[in-house]
């Protein structure tokens, strides 16, 4: 027989808790308050889908907030050789181009393939197997750290090239940043389409309209040169004169690897197909296209005007190889501006207003691509959590402490990186895309097979020649990824991408870990006939004290079961109170038997153990029920005062075999207090719910929208 | 209806376990067994009763060990105004050794009146109401921290005398041996007679055998003169010139205080009686006169001694005041030893090895002391406990982390006094006593309205004249004490008596309060007659993630207890897995239907909390038992992958009215290690169980006695 049931909607219950008007707070409340904020309430939570205009900017900041710091480290290697070999960056630009729309395709493969937003964890699961699956996890999982990391270092740069002060603090800087965007989403971040629509658009309009600009002042022929133009670049040691094929080949594929970085991002919206409205894959596979086109544009048209304008970047750490054309050392105190704002201030050298509305707009772009790591690691969580490779608790939603660890992880992680490496974008980008590719590798793989498979089962020939122009795709997909992978692991592995494998390696082996756990226990649980033999007798006692209200009630409940056996037990570590104990008892005329067990030790836990231990050994097929009267305070110190050798006990209990604890709770009066905070934290925002599709767009009005 | 029962023999049990074995040791059991060494067990736990032979050693460490401080401040009080006031200091000792005996008659009469052992504590609770008791509870509270400071800053001045390297680094040293003291008491000492006796008696034998040595050596006139006989003391600043009345009066006035520190820990035989063998009274009795008679003996010897070898001894902080005889200053490096040193430096002159031998002992028996309060701290927190005036869960013993919170607490205290008072003995000594006379006069209060009290219900005339005679010592001892305590106040106040006071009146506060809550709680509580009603009908749901051992185990039990409806509940995050489960339930023709909550956001808490309330809703005189499966496992990573939910679940069920939480343990093999850690810990010693009488004296036999 089975009945199905679904509850109330759950604002009607959560606007009645936000009619009790403002709570009493405790110490702890507060003082956690002034460190974190007030939280959100997730009142108006719904499901609500996304339209294409809103969903580009919420899934597009991490992939466009690249084009901040992927011409800057392409200009950077290959200054390496001195300024001559500029003239390769616009054909470095164009090869990013082409892999960067090369697995856009592949992707939009994907969403169609599977539409459930699993992404290329799913991809790669299903049809490679679960340990390419553990490996794509482990590689998002370290790519969100470096996503917090890289980001906020190059906001922080920008933060620098605005506000001449922070010249040199970068690192705190980025530091502070991520303690501010970690207390954010420990608060609850209320994620709405607004709140990534404006920045975003303001990004792309700045950014392009910049590039528009400067394009058209080229043409006319009054494109001003950057403010690093009259610089003359030393080459590296060991790179002077003429340069072997092979070293310029080097060089190249070094520079193509960091110009990678502007693909990281790309892959989000496929984890995102189910916050798409109808129909979802095709709206999802154009907005992918419609990102595609647009990264590619900025960066292209940022690489060709910072090459027009004769941009001259070194690695910051390398100033001294900047000199003056008539060959001078520097003047003390040069600052090295990153490229966009080298661009803008040329560009906009007759309206300022432009050139810190660009910076800003960046600055704050930077700061979005970091939060979608905040919100994109719990959603990975629950899916790790689903599949069993992480703790189950995580699965389910509003697991407060499991998802507020997960933040922290991600914030300690990434400032500890940021220290390590002292916010130097540079450094850190060489850890970067390691990751990425191994997970575009992964998925392309999975999806060749996906179509392979799928076109054994296929008949019609419409739908089988879909299917191998898809096949070709992501083969292609798959050879060039595979490609840029080799290169950036040749180029990168010395300068920090082991770091990165390391990393991988022991996520890797940490969730390999806990699946084996999970399958042992499952085979350690599965069910066999005999168990569902019902125990044939139920011997209840209830822990007694005093006899106070807790006590009466514990009995009443124990009574109510109807027992075959019933009685209270007293622990007597002090013969007084016992014999009080026994009076009142019998005065009561309470109809149960109350047994004393002496404790000449004052011991609480261990007799009882004992005796329920006993009972079951005279009867090995019947249950032991123990009542344990417990109080509900509300208060910390309360918690402290009562309820700990209740505690203690049904701990120890739970090693006895037949034996069961039944919590009979008696809420006093304070805990009121308790019942409002849990329920506030229920009622909380968690990061990534809009992503998840859950959290509406607009914040007042909330609807269902089913596939 | 009445029935008792007593556990098994506890040691039973014990071998039992420990006749498995080796137990297999989890990480976090190895690095905490690192750090506080392996556990003792006290499987030899027992009753057994001290003769007075041991029962002197066990309470007198405390009190006797003061001689190695207390001389030294009277020298150190007197020399402000220059070794010419030297001549005081035999009438001072004597004023002090009429203050300690008078202590001594006093609590004569305490422990023939007080037999159970509560102390002061008792008897101010009893005579004078619960606010004189919690204020001697303070006191006793400060008394302890102050205890362990001032022993081991001493010892660690001793330890400088006998190794000079360590001079300058007493603070580090004496903070070392304070961490070393707390580990061992984590770890559980054994304490039993030969471990207090031995160095108790050494200290004794060599203490007053130096002592008898140098008075024969002062009788036959070959008594050398100390090392620092040759110096001359300048006054202190404000100090030069001939002394006012006044002044030489609040000069000796607090020389007369600092030498009460001696008086210190003659109490603790109070505190101990039960611990006596029978006739309990009249033997603690006999062994506190011994103690005092041994004190004052050493005491004085040492003061006449010193007196007699023209000791000259300042502040460690002021020696520039001390000046050869030719006037000129101090050679560099000169270090000053404590009196008992020079004492036996001067004494054993022509014979090394016994003034090394009186150092160690020394040493020995000042750690020992400090230990003692280990030792009497967990004792006064149960009795606390057991009036409401701390944690319930301390006056159970066994309670593992309330215990060890303790110690941790008394060692913090202790070393932050240490490391701010950079263990100097004489500034520590300012703070000391304070507490001590506040629970003598308290206590000695509470006896005279004792007396009083009895001698109204008393009419056989010798008896009377006992009476009153005892009330006669316990006025003449207030009279005393009470002056004391006033020259105390008056002299050291702003020497640091302040930070006593105000440490008592936290105390104070924070056991009012304790005490409040209690109470309040107890109003809450009391049961009237409508609590005994009977709920109309059980309504049992069994919470269901997959048809498992641990579900088929709680249906079973859920099905034994007969409620009136019986179902499964399941919340659905995922339809696939629960078709699968709605399919195996019907495979399994289980007769209990099995009700899905859909729960669109993957919530798991919510859905059931508010499936009961509706439950509870419909029935409102019912009662709901949701009944858990629960894994129990034994690592403590594995308990971060099980039974999060639940005990999210257990936590916000609490808070739901007549909803009764049954947890349905399923034990997985791993559990064994948990179960195996949970016994190694119920089986340990724990500081304070011998003065509570409850560990035997030679560890291979216990029996049984009752007063």
Redesign the interface.
């Known amino acids: 027989?089975?009945?199905?049931?679904?509850?109330?909607p759950?604002c009607r219950?959560l606007s009645g808790v936000a009619g009790l008007g403002l709570p009493p707070v405790s110490v702890g409340d507060v003082s956690k308050r002034i460190l974190v904020g007030r939280k959100l309430r997730s009142s108006q939570?719904g499901?609500t889908l996304l339209p294409k205009r809103i969903a580009l900017p919420v899934f597009a900041s991490d992939a466009l907030s690249s084009v901040a710091y992927a011409p800057d480290e392409v200009f950077i290697m290959l200054a390496v050789a001195g300024a001559s070999t500029y003239v390769w960056s616009w054909k470095i630009g164009l090869a990013v181009a082409v892999v960067m729309l090369t697995v856009v395709a592949s992707y939009r493969q994907t969403v169609h393939a599977y539409p459930s937003g699993g992404g290329d964890y799913e991809v790669a699961t299903k049809n490679l197997g679960r340990t390419a699956g553990i490996t794509v996890a482990s590689a998002l999982l370290v790519d969100y750290v470096l996503t917090v990391a890289v980001s906020i270092s190059s906001a922080a740069q920008y933060a620098a090239g605005a506000y001449n002060p922070l010249v040199g603090h970068e690192a705190t800087v980025a530091a502070c940043a991520v303690v501010a965007l970690t207390a954010a989403n420990l608060r609850g971040v209320r994620e709405s389409g607004a709140f990534f629509a404006t920045p975003t658009y303001l990004f792309m309009v700045s950014i392009m309209g910049m590039c528009a600009y400067g394009l058209v002042r080229m043409f006319s022929g009054s494109l001003p040169d950057a403010e690093s133009a009259h610089l003359e670049i030393d080459p590296a040691p060991g790179w002077e004169g003429p340069l072997s094929q092979v070293a310029l080949m080097f060089l190249l594929a070094r520079a193509f690897s960091s110009g990678c970085a502007a693909l990281t991002g790309v892959e989000a919206i496929s984890n995102g197909v189910p916050a798409f409205r109808k129909p979802k894959s095709q709206n999802a596979a154009t907005t992918l296209l419609l990102l595609g086109l647009i990264a590619v544009t900025m960066m292209m048209s940022v690489i060709v005007l910072a090459k027009e304008m004769s941009i001259r970047y070194v690695d910051p750490h390398e100033l001294d190889r900047l000199r003056t054309a008539a060959g001078d050392a520097l003047p003390a105190g040069y600052e090295q501006h990153p490229v966009i704002a080298q661009i803008a201030a040329g560009v906009f050298d007759n309206f300022s207003p432009g050139f810190y509305f660009v910076l800003a707009v960046t600055g704050v772009i930077l700061v979005l691509a970091a939060n979608t790591a905040f919100n994109g690691f719990p959603v990975l969580g629950?899916i790790l959590a689903?599949d069993g490779l992480a703790?189950?608790?995580l699965?389910?939603?509003?697991?407060r402490?499991?998802y507020s660890n997960g933040i922290v992880f991600l914030a300690a992680m990434s400032i500890a990186l940021i220290v390590v490496f002292d916010a130097e974008t540079t450094k850190l980008i060489q850890l970067y895309i390691v990751g990425v590719f191994v997970s575009f590798n992964l998925s392309q793989l999975g999806m060749i097979r996906h179509w392979t498979r799928a076109l054994q089962g296929e008949s019609d020939p419409s739908a089988r020649r879909r299917m191998v122009r898809s096949r070709a795709i992501n083969t292609f997909g798959l050879c060039l990824t595979a490609v840029v992978l080799v290169i950036v692991l040749v180029t990168k592995f010395l300068a920090g991408a082991w770091i990165t494998i390391l990393a991988m390696g022991f996520f890797f082996l940490v969730m390999k870990a806990?699946s084996r756990?999970?399958a042992r226990?499952?085979t350690?649980?599965?069910?066999d006939e005999q168990?569902?033999?019902?125990?044939t007798?139920?011997h209840a006692v209830v822990l007694v004290s005093?006899?106070?209200?807790?006590?009466?009630?514990a009995?009443?409940?124990a009574?109510?079961?109807?027992?075959n056996v019933l009685?209270g037990i007293c622990v007597s570590?002090?013969s007084e109170r016992t014999n009080q104990l026994?009076k009142e008892?019998?005065e009561?005329r309470?109809d149960v038997?109350?047994?004393?067990?002496?404790?000449?030790?004052?011991?609480?836990?261990?007799?009882i153990v004992?005796?329920t231990q006993a009972i079951r050994k005279a009867s090995p097929r019947g249950?032991v029920?123990v009542?344990i009267p417990?109080?509900?305070v509300g208060r910390w110190w309360?918690q402290?005062?009562?309820n700990?050798?209740a505690l203690?006990l049904?701990?120890?209990?739970?090693?006895?075999?037949g034996?069961?604890?039944?919590?009979?709770?008696?809420?006093?009066?304070s805990?009121a207090i308790?019942?409002e905070r849990?329920e506030r934290e229920?009622g909380r925002v968690h990061a990534g719910d809009l992503r998840r599709g859950?959290v509406d767009t607009n914040g007042s009005t909330w609807r269902?929208d089913d596939e």
Do not use: N
């Not at 009574?559 to 027992?563: D, I, L, V, Y």
């Not at 034996?659 to 809420?667: A, G, L, T």
């Open positions: 027989m089975i009945t199905t049931c679904t509850p109330e759950y219950v939570l499901e629950s689903h703790p189950r608790s699965g389910s939603r509003g697991d402490l499991a806990i756990h999970y226990v499952e350690e649980l599965a069910a168990d569902s033999v019902l125990p007798r139920v005093k006899l106070h209200k807790p006590t009466l009630r009995l009443a409940f009574k109510a079961t109807r027992p009685e570590v002090d026994l008892w019998d009561r309470l038997p109350l047994k004393v067990l002496y404790s000449p030790y004052r011991e609480v836990v261990r007799p004992e005796y249950v029920a009542y417990e109080y509900v309360e402290l005062l009562h700990q050798t203690r049904k701990g120890r209990l739970l090693f006895s075999p034996v069961m604890v039944i919590s009979v709770p008696f809420q006093l009066r805990s308790a019942l849990e229920e859950r269902k």
